[in-house]
């Protein structure tokens, strides 16, 4: 008879503690499986402006370089897009753009209207390529080192914040010469 009052009470509190757990995690956080593996294999054609596309072989090596996935239509785009503005005045280091699964002629026009911090753009229409970066939406950041792999991901908006506390560190210690032992 106990038995019959415990099941219920015993689901509850599993149902309690994996809502407590799934409150504490950050999905901003979300580690890529391609963290420390070099950046996929990829051609993306241009947009106006930017007619050269992007490709792997854009990557140069000993270069670090920020790859954002934005879009138009994507609304957290424009709380970052100033940030990557500024950065990009600063020179600090080369923005990649990949424009994911938008109109050539709105990625253009929003650019013109926000201006333009990529060095190179390439336009993602189908989204495959985002894919094979690990994309799960839009805007997310990236940081390849100077051998071509991915060493951080950002999810979401970037902010101050996170330029100055995640993203411009990561950047400098990439930069940083390796320790001989």
Same mark, same amino acid.
């Given at each position: ?9 015993? %689901?509850?509190?599993? !149902? +309690?503690?994996?809502? $407590? +757990?799934? !409150? ?8 890529? $499986? ?9 051609? !993306?054609? *241009?947009?106006? *402006? ?16 920020? +790859? ?10 424009? &709380? ?26 709105? %990625? ?20 495959? $390529?985002?894919?094979?970066?690990? +994309? ?11 051998? *071509? ?23 400098? &210690? $990439? ?7």
């Amino acid at each position: 008879m106990r038995l019959k009052f415990f099941i219920p009470l015993a %689901a509850f509190v599993v !149902l +309690v503690i994996a809502l $407590a +757990v799934g !409150l504490r995690l950050k999905p901003n956080e979300i580690p890529s $499986a391609l963290i420390g593996d070099p950046i996929p294999e990829f051609s !993306l054609p *241009g947009i106006p *402006g930017h007619e050269d596309g992007l490709s792997t072989a854009d990557f140069r090596e000993g270069e670090v370089f920020l +790859v954002n996935v934005f879009a138009s239509w994507c609304i957290p785009c424009r &709380q970052e897009h100033p940030i990557f503005m500024e950065l990009a005045r600063t020179g600090d280091v080369q923005i990649y753009g990949i424009n994911q699964r938008d109109k050539v002629e709105d %990625a253009v026009r929003w650019l013109a209207t926000f201006g333009d911090p990529y060095a190179r753009v390439g336009s993602d229409i189908n989204g495959r $390529a985002s894919i094979d970066w690990g +994309v799960y939406g839009v805007p997310e950041t990236f940081i390849v080192d100077g051998e *071509g792999r991915i060493i951080y991901k950002h999810i979401s908006v970037v902010t101050r914040k996170i330029l100055a506390k995640e993203i411009l560190p990561r950047i400098e &210690q $990439a930069r940083a010469p390796v320790a001989e032992n």
